[in-house]
């Protein structure tokens, strides 16, 4: 998921397609017309970040396991989700993920949860998941971990 060079994330989910019988992710970005919020010039410049890489399954609990996702956690700290991506191998996984513009009061921001997620092996188990900020508000973070997703929306930049 990738909103480009002038856009940051506001949701997530993950969508089961009927057609294709499987699972894919829909997402929603908010775009700044002149390649920033407003001040862009005053805006850090985007950065790209990864989490460590760890376990992606084992041969008694299959490759790929999707709950070894409870590993990595996706923080901008102070800035904006811009993309992120799941990079898997046959043992280990990685999220890579870029940051971008800043929050315009980051004492505001705040923590949500979604619905209990069951702990799945395949990423057809969190079909019609959601993590989704409220309006005027961008998504800065999330991570999976206790059978669900948290995470961080901030007021957007003024």
């Known amino acids: 998921m990738d909103c ?3 856009g940051v994330m506001t949701k997530f989910s993950f969508e089961f397609d ?3 019988r499987g699972v894919h992710n829909a997402y929603e970005c908010a775009v700044a017309a002149n390649g920033g919020p407003t ?3 005053a805006m850090p410049p985007p950065r790209d970040k990864a989490t460590a890489y760890g376990p992606s399954g084992s041969h008694s609990s299959g490759r790929n396991a999707m709950w070894d996702l409870d ?4 923080d901008c700290g102070d800035q904006f989700l811009r993309k992120w991506m799941l990079r898997q191998w046959s043992s280990s996984m990685q999220i890579s993920y870029g940051c971008a513009w800043r ?6 921001c705040e923590v949500k949860r979604t619905e209990e997620v069951p702990r799945s092996k395949k990423v057809s188990g969190w079909a019609g998941v959601e993590l989704a900020c409220p309006a005027e508000k961008f998504l800065s973070g999330f991570n999976y971990a206790n059978n669900t997703f948290s995470y961080k929306c901030c007021p957007r930049p003024y």
């Open 71 to 74: 590993q990595h956690v996706v």
């Open 4 to 6: 480009g060079a002038s």
């Open 18 to 20: 009927d057609e294709s």
């Open 39 to 41: 001040g862009a010039d």
């Open 103 to 108: 929050t315009g009061d980051a004492d505001a």
